[in-house]
């Protein structure tokens, strides 16, 4: 352009070129927007992202043709991230260890805004209305609340516990049905459910009322937490003592109650090299499944009495232990050193019926929603493995830069995903 | 266009009347494959369509703008219509009563195709990897599976009972885990379970094989039939004699079995106006809510025993026993003449908590997927209303012709709808 710029224009192709100029300039900033030649007509409903956790970065895929369409940069710290997922299954929203929050167009291939919230977060959540996005932050703590079209500010909800003034670390955020959030205080030995007002008005983006509920020694340092599929039960895992607190959210009069008291990290004293996930809590049927904390186990246990089942031997101290949607399958990975090992649990006998080595970091997991398949992170082997469910043979490798969480536009019709 | 072609055209604004033609022409193309100016960059996350019955047409929504986006017409006999939709959420396919399968690409607002499959049809389903589409007819019978991406016939599965020559009309087609579809043949007292085998390459539409499994005097007269959410249990309503029939797909080899046999038409004698819609049974925690044929009750059923609890007291014979996604509300509308009125359940304590009398002719509910609303056709009004289920307010009324099923993408991401 500066050659033009230079040039004085004025014979009858000045037309032509001032259109030339033009069209460069369209192109031009188009390419600034976006690296990704996404396909026009693009549905939304069997995409998703994989986090490259040291490039901070994402990939945008599908998950019917297999393939990566778009690799978006410029995501920030992406270690430990997860995201949510608009309603329309357009945006997803990334949440950083950073403190970044990211909306991705995934039409678009782009990043559509980017904010740093805070200085350091843990997860995120978004509305039954689809309208605010909740970040959980270990610093300062507390909760933010943000449009979920312009992530502009609309709430900021302090963690101050008990009588003090001093705040905590949020950890466990959910959604729960009522447009509300519900999240641990890590410091606080607190649990909150928090109902955000919801406006009439479709393009209002500000928040009516903020109703907080606080269920105060719901047990020592939940660490974190998972809601039922239905949106009915709240479950905070506790790092501060054995067992893990429920709270009944269609019987909140009652509070919190501690179940499997008799279960923890203490027993065995073994180390504990990474705490579960308990996003990945597998329900099938009237049996959770359970990753124990630093024991080579995972617990089973009955959904009605919440009382323990049955305990299965693993091969090392699971992290995440996931339902298939068919809820056939539990496949469960497991902390480092033991973090290239992949098990599969038959729901029914609880027997493991299948092992997998396909190399180092195997970190995550994502089902397609209808169960045939389920994508691995193989982060050593800069990998995505798909599996067949009912073969449990390999489907594809996908390449991926150092991948890690793993997450399909299906949560975006899921409660608490 | 008439008089421009007779014009002849010398003048030096030759060029632009040209111009204005071929304007004029594509705008006149692209009129004829769509009445609707579709959103550009349409995600279809949170999409929708409604049959309008009388006319043929199908409007397509939004579920979260609460607007009609485009109607589509040409759809022929759609009384007693159903949908499917694509993995990817961009197609519906909708199984009309005069056996037309119809192919609506949501994002253009247009029929991508349509086909006359049969005579007189009932249903269909798609398969878990989102290849092919099963129709189950009534004239002449038998199921009929099609390539989802051409509609191109690529099994006909007669359904020839017991040992004779005599076929049978074939209904509650479902798809099941392991891309199997399951159906009941209504002359021939059986179930069918068929498995249709998948081609690794993605583009190929022929099937590898067809496996069928006959369950044989399954109940006389089996009428319709529904899946688990998990894809485990199949159960068949049974016209002919009381009781149902229940198939335990992860236990094929104990073949099916009878439940709620003391249940049945008749016990009172009282007519029954409509046959109720099994595929609207809610499962909410352990318990599935059962319209029951011919009486003014909604049985609750155990369902690991799936032994009767309790019966639910409703205004009059129920058509479809809807639950909420959260499990809170069963959704109950009515059989004529009584199909004004519409009741609200409590899940937990069986008592109801609402009931409407909006307008005559409530047909079907559709909740969305996270369970803040429900949109209630009522096609008298010719309007769907959309309830808040937590205030159980109205939020809106839209305007339908005729409006009867109502279906939204996120059932792509669901076994068996």
């Given at each position: 352009?500066?050659?033009?710029?230079?040039?004085?224009?004025?014979?009858?192709?000045?037309?032509?070129?001032?259109?030339?100029?033009?069209?460069?300039?369209?192109?031009?900033?188009?390419?600034?927007?976006?690296?990704?030649?996404?396909?026009?007509?693009?549905?939304?409903?069997?995409?998703?992202?994989?986090?490259?956790?040291?490039?901070?970065?994402?990939?945008?895929?599908?998950n019917?043709?297999?393939s990566?369409?778009?690799?978006?940069?410029?995501?920030?710290?992406?270690?430990?991230?997860?995201?949510?997922?608009?309603?329309?299954?357009?945006?997803?929203?990334?949440?950083?260890?950073?403190?970044?929050?990211?909306?991705?167009?995934?039409?678009?291939?782009?990043?559509?805004?980017?904010?740093?919230?805070?200085?350091?977060?843990?997860?995120?959540?978004?509305?039954?209305?689809?309208?605010?996005?909740?970040?959980?932050?270990?610093?300062?703590?507390?909760?933010?609340?943000?449009?979920?079209?312009?992530?502009?500010?609309?709430?900021?909800?302090?963690?101050?516990?008990?009588?003090?003034?001093?705040?905590?670390?949020?950890?466990?955020?959910?959604?729960?049905?009522?447009?509300?959030f519900?999240?641990?205080?890590?410091?606080?030995?607190?649990i909150?459910?928090?109902?955000?007002?919801?406006?009439?008005?479709?393009?209002e983006?500000?928040?009516?009322?903020?109703?907080?509920?606080?269920?105060?020694?719901?047990?020592?340092?939940?660490?974190?937490?998972?809601i039922?599929?239905?949106?009915?039960y709240?479950?905070?895992g506790l790092?501060?003592?054995?067992?893990?607190?429920?709270?009944?959210?269609?019987?909140?009069?009652?509070?919190?109650?501690k179940?499997?008291?008799?279960?923890?990290?203490?027993?065995?004293k073994?180390?504990?090299?990474?705490?579960?996930?308990?996003?990945?809590?597998?329900?099938?049927?009237?049996?959770?499944?359970?990753?124990?904390?630093?024991?080579h186990?995972?617990?089973?246990?009955?959904?009605?009495?919440?009382?323990?089942?049955?305990?299965?031997?693993?091969?090392?101290?699971?992290?995440?232990?996931?339902?298939?949607?068919?809820?056939?399958?539990?496949?469960?990975?497991?902390?480092?050193?033991?973090?290239?090992?992949l098990?599969?649990?038959?729901?029914?006998?609880?027997?493991?019926?299948?092992?997998?080595?396909?190399?180092?970091?195997?970190l995550?997991?994502?089902?397609?929603?209808?169960?045939?398949?389920?994508?691995?992170?193989?982060?050593?082997?800069?990998?995505?493995?798909?599996?067949?469910?009912?073969?449990?043979?390999?489907?594809?490798?996908?390449?991926?830069?150092?991948?890690?969480?793993i997450?399909?536009?299906?949560?975006?019709?899921?409660i608490?995903?």
């Open positions: 352009m500066p050659r033009i710029k230079r040039t004085v224009i004025q014979n009858p192709l000045r037309r032509i070129i001032f259109s030339a100029v033009a069209v460069y300039a369209l192109l031009f900033s188009s390419l600034s927007f976006s690296d990704c030649d996404m396909p026009k007509d693009l549905p939304t409903g069997d995409l998703g992202i994989i986090i490259e956790r040291m490039d901070g970065s994402v990939l945008i895929i599908n019917s043709s297999l990566v369409l778009c690799r978006v940069e410029g995501l920030g710290d992406l270690s430990h991230a997860s995201a949510v997922f608009s309603r329309n299954a357009r945006y997803a929203f990334v949440f950083g260890r950073d403190g970044g929050l990211t909306k991705i167009d995934l039409l678009k291939g782009k990043i559509s805004k980017r904010i740093l919230q805070s200085g350091n977060s843990i997860g995120g959540a978004i509305s039954q209305d689809g309208q605010y996005i909740a970040v959980s932050n270990y610093e300062p703590g507390g909760v933010n609340v943000f449009a979920a079209d312009d992530l502009s500010l609309v709430a900021k909800i302090p963690a101050t516990y008990g009588s003090s003034t001093l705040t905590s670390k949020t950890v466990g955020l959910v959604d729960a049905p009522g447009n509300q519900v999240y641990s205080l890590y410091d606080g030995n607190e909150w459910q928090v109902k955000i007002g919801r406006k009439t008005g479709k393009t983006t500000t928040i009516s009322s903020v109703d907080i509920k606080k269920y105060r020694n719901v047990g020592k340092a939940p660490y974190d937490g998972l039922s599929a239905n949106g009915r709240y479950i905070a790092f501060g003592e054995d067992g893990l607190s429920l709270l009944d959210l269609w019987h909140t009069e009652k509070g919190t109650r179940i499997l008291s008799h279960y923890g990290k203490g027993q065995k073994l180390p504990v090299y990474k705490m579960p996930h308990l996003e990945g809590w597998a329900i099938a049927g009237n049996h959770a499944f359970l990753p124990a904390v630093g024991l186990e995972v617990l089973v246990v009955d959904t009605d009495t919440w009382k323990e089942v049955s305990r299965i031997k693993v091969h090392s101290q699971p992290v995440f232990a996931m339902a298939s949607p068919d809820d056939r399958q539990i496949w469960v990975n497991f902390a480092f050193p033991d973090n290239n090992t098990q599969v649990i038959d729901s029914e006998t609880f027997k493991i019926i299948k092992q997998f080595q396909p190399g180092k970091g195997i995550h997991m994502e089902f397609t929603p209808r169960s045939e398949h389920v994508w691995v992170s193989v982060r050593d082997n800069d990998e995505i493995i798909v599996y067949d469910t009912q073969t449990l043979e390999e489907v594809k490798h996908i390449p991926a830069k150092k991948p890690s969480g997450f399909f536009t299906s949560r975006a019709h899921r608490g995903l």
